[in-house]
């Protein structure tokens, strides 16, 4: 030990720190006395002072005990027992070390105490106050490295010769600490016979106190997570990549911070890879394409200010590792002898989030344009549905072609009312209806539909091909998969599984003929889609009690559903009767005040900011209703404008709602024209196409 203590001045060292003294000489020489002990009572510390990562809001999740936990355990019962000793864990960012730490020390009991140094510095700290740390605390040294490796400066040195000399003179301590493998390398490593020795105390401070952790769980450490049922951990072990669960736990409130604070370069790249995955797009997607599309979400004056290399500067940022090694995006590259494509990819987590919150935010035509010139062929059918439902038929026109699916085109061409330009595209395409071997379930005309079309139907013909084979499971998590997405038909197939498989109570059926009988019982089916929200159930349900004279029943049965949904009875009336009989004009109504738009937004907004996805559901679904107030009110003009929104938004379905208004509005033209064509990016009525 006297041959490392040389390696730096000894009186310099020996001047800093005199362990066991009433006082202690500081880094200039000055004595310091102190009246106090150091540090807090174990039990009054807060985990996340003491810098262990949060999960998100709420307390910490239930901890996964890991193999390293037997070590650390070890060095607390020494410690307890009387005996000095010190304990590092060594591993990546985020991989759970500073939690470990914490849940071996959280019980000591009094007089245990816990310092943790920072100020003035985190080594300077030390250095002050080491000679007053008394018998019974623990020595919290987090990102040891701060304290041990100072480059250009021996204060790393001194720290680490006086926390020696606190382990051989003092008893009993605790001296915990943290190390990324990379420094532990640095400071550990023997140096060749001619190279100097810049490490020489730290490399016999640590070596034998040094425990590593994983970068992943084990498989039974995520079952052990999973079967906790705390949500954020049973997300994160089924969604962490490489069951790198702690990671997952640690980045995903930094990356969300890191979104919402990101710079205006950085925020329109990881948004436009936001839309550009929930309108269907592969993972992988290539700079070009994220760089065509992020113009669209700068403001003018974001542009004018950018730099001539903004976009490789932004993207760069983009992929840098923060909190938990994870990063906005990440850079994929292919493996040698592989096809896949290089690019980025989205972070899970991000991607999760963004399909909730941005569910009622429109997508910017540079978007679009982007996609239909550098998007894969095998994206484009999925696209081409993703436009569709917005209401962008020309846009999804030019998907189906390049996807060389003219049978779609015809199928949009009925939809929109336009018969004879059907016809003409049949005999011009020589197209062919697949529709009966989707019937027959035919294995390539399934799929080929499934990836063109998010319908019920295609969802249907895939589950129960699951079904027959034996795979329920297979069929459920693949509906639960697509629900995800926001894909509400899915939502209600997976719960009405559910109760065919006996996992779901069914609601109390309603005796109503509907030919909506998949997968059992039919009026099982209705109620159990009308109590999940699928209007078309609701007013099946609806209107069956009308024609039996059951208004009184209908109004209690809809004011329970109202109330789920956040609207008023009235309101949801209003719903079920859509537009109206022919000619009737509804009885303007003055909305309430929590249902003007300015409210229902900014509810929807705040919801969003605060990561409160129930918050935002209950918004969202006020927002959809939002609409048919304003018609009630008789603001025809803004409720024509929501309903437009509404559409670009993936409720395609409300074309003919705002075909509806423009009608009441004397703007028969127009109404004809947007059922005709649809919409055109920016909510503008699309012209004539092909």
Aim: aromatic share 6%.
């Amino acid at each position: 030990m006297e041959e490392v203590n040389n390696s730096v001045a000894g009186s310099e060292i020996g001047a800093v720190v005199q362990v066991g003294h009433a006082t202690t000489v500081n880094v200039h020489g000055s004595a310091t006395p102190r009246t106090s002990p150091l540090g807090r009572p174990v039990a009054t510390c807060s985990p996340l002072d003491l810098e262990v990562h949060s999960a998100g809001d709420g307390p910490l999740p239930p901890y996964i005990r890991r193999s390293h936990d037997a070590v650390l355990d070890s060095a607390v019962r020494a410690a307890f027992a009387g005996t000095s000793a010190m304990s590092v864990l060594v591993g990546g960012s985020s991989t759970g070390k500073t939690r470990a730490c914490w849940e071996a020390v959280r019980t000591l009991p009094a007089p245990w105490r816990l310092w943790h140094p920072i100020s003035p510095g985190r080594p300077q700290a030390v250095l002050a106050d080491l000679g007053h740390l008394q018998p019974h605390t623990v020595l919290w040294l987090n990102e040891s490295h701060h304290y041990l490796l100072t480059p250009g400066s021996v204060l790393g040195e001194q720290v680490a010769a006086g926390l020696r000399e606190l382990l051989r003179s003092a008893s009993p301590v605790l001296v915990l600490g943290t190390l990324w493998p990379e420094y532990w390398q640095t400071l550990t490593r023997e140096p060749g016979p001619a190279e100097p020795d810049p490490h020489a105390q730290a490399r016999a401070l640590l070596v034998g106190t040094g425990t590593r952790v994983a970068d992943e769980f084990t498989a039974a450490d995520v079952a052990a997570a999973a079967a906790t049922a705390e949500p954020r951990l049973v997300e994160a072990a089924a969604r962490a990549r490489d069951r790198q669960v702690t990671q997952y736990l640690a980045g995903a409130p930094a990356l969300l911070e890191r979104f919402r604070t990101a710079p205006p370069a950085e925020e329109a790249i990881i948004t436009a890879a936001m839309d550009i995955r929930r309108l269907g797009h592969g993972l992988v997607m290539s700079a070009d394409l994220l760089k065509d599309a992020a113009p669209g979400y700068l403001t003018d004056s974001q542009w004018n200010k950018l730099g001539d290399n903004w976009f490789a500067d932004a993207l760069a940022a983009c992929v840098h590792p923060g909190p938990g090694g994870s990063s906005p995006l990440a850079h994929v590259r292919p493996r040698p002898g592989r096809t896949t494509a290089e690019g980025y990819q989205l972070e899970d987590y991000l991607e999760q989030r963004s399909r909730l919150t941005r569910s009622a935010t429109t997508v910017p035509a540079t978007t679009w344009s982007a996609l239909l010139s550098r998007s894969a062929p095998e994206d484009h059918l999925v696209l081409a549905t993703a436009a569709r439902v917005r209401g962008l038929y020309r846009i999804a026109h030019h998907f189906y072609l390049k996807a060389n699916a003219p049978r779609y085109v015809y199928d949009m061409l009925i939809t929109c009312g336009r018969g004879e330009d059907a016809a003409a595209w049949a005999r011009r395409t020589g197209g062919h209806d697949v529709r009966p071997r989707l019937a027959a379930g035919d294995p390539a005309a399934v799929e080929t539909f499934q990836q063109a079309a998010a319908s019920a139907f295609a969802l249907r013909i895939r589950a129960e091909q699951l079904l027959r084979g034996g795979r329920a499971d297979e069929a459920l998590r693949a509906l639960d998969h697509r629900a995800e997405t926001g894909d509400r038909t899915a939502r209600v197939m997976a719960e009405l599984l559910r109760i065919k498989l006996g996992s779901r109570t069914p609601p109390e059926p309603v005796q109503v003929p509907t030919e909506l009988d998949w997968m059992g019982d039919p009026d099982v089916v209705v109620r159990a889609a009308a109590e999940l929200g699928d209007w078309s159930a609701v007013r099946k349900i609806a209107g069956t009690m009308l024609a039996e004279g059951e208004r009184d029943h209908l109004i209690t049965w809809l004011r329970g559903i109202a109330i789920r949904q956040s609207m008023t009875p009235e309101n949801l009336l209003f719903v079920l009767r859509g537009d109206g009989p022919p000619g009737e004009t509804p009885t303007p109504r003055p909305p309430e005040p929590d249902w003007e738009p300015d409210t229902v937004f900014s509810r929807l907004v705040r919801a969003s900011q605060n990561n409160d996805e129930y918050e935002y559901g209950e918004a969202f679904a006020r927002l959809r209703a939002l609409p048919f107030a304003l018609q009630q009110a008789g603001r025809l003009d803004e409720a024509l404008e929501w309903h437009v929104l509404l559409i670009e938004t993936g409720n395609g379905n409300r074309i003919r709602a705002a075909e509806g208004v423009l009608r009441l509005l004397g703007r028969p033209e127009e109404a004809d024209r947007l059922k005709a064509f649809g919409l055109d990016p920016g909510g503008r009525f699309a012209g004539p196409w092909p």
